[in-house]
């Protein structure tokens, strides 16, 4: 392939994905990874870590339900009541020994932890969730996970909150979450009708 026209395709590659490594590069256009990266210096642009602290930076709204550190993986994109964005990158230590297969309540936990970052209010508790495993994700694989607010009863209710999580550009997992807001608990009725939530999930 000419080089300009392997490079338009690789700026093309992360026009579409800004989360595509070199590595997965290098098994798309065919070409060693040192190829990859001299391309990458002449278009001026940044290797995928920096490609992501970027989008960050311009795209982050504060997080007033938890602790930003709190919200499983890297968040990159977080807009308030809207969506959000987070990258988990499985190792030794989130996997079963004998296998190398991710334990299921670490992505679950990346999803569920997103989908109550987005909320615009200062408590968010998960009150249901229908999740689905479609493919076991396995050490060293990048989970970026997406979530959508796709509805909303305002700043005291519930909001529906659904999210995807990828590897590559292959769904791994998806769940659609029932979060319960509520900006203040301050007083006994709002204590009250947080009664019955279920707060055995993972949220962290």
Do not use: W
Not at 21 to 49: C, F, N, Y
Not at 91 to 107: C, D, L, N, P, Q
Not at 139 to 156: D, H, I, Q
């Amino acid at each position: 392939m000419p080089k300009r026209q392997r490079q338009q395709q690789l700026s093309q590659h992360i026009d579409d994905n800004p989360f595509i490594t070199d590595q997965e590069l290098t098994r798309k256009l065919k070409v060693s990874i040192q190829t990859i990266r001299l391309d990458r210096m002449e278009l001026g642009i940044p290797e995928v870590r920096e490609r992501l602290k970027l989008m960050a930076e311009r795209s982050l709204d504060p997080v007033k339900s938890l602790p930003l550190d709190e919200i499983i993986g890297e968040v990159i994109d977080l807009q308030l009541d809207q969506s959000g964005i987070s990258i988990f990158e499985i190792k030794a230590e989130h996997v079963f020994s004998r296998t190398g297969i991710a334990r299921g309540h670490h992505i679950f936990s990346q999803a569920n932890s997103l989908a109550v970052g987005i909320m615009n209010a200062e408590i968010a508790l998960t009150a249901s969730a229908d999740i689905r495993f479609v493919r076991s994700v396995l050490l060293e694989e990048k989970c970026v996970a997406k979530a959508y607010v796709r509805s909303n009863t305002g700043p005291s209710g519930k909001a529906k909150v659904e999210v995807f999580t990828y590897v590559g550009e292959e769904l791994v997992f998806q769940g659609t979450f029932t979060v319960y807001r509520n900006a203040g608990l301050d007083n006994e009725e709002s204590k009250d009708s947080n009664k019955g939530v279920d707060n055995d999930a993972d949220r962290n």
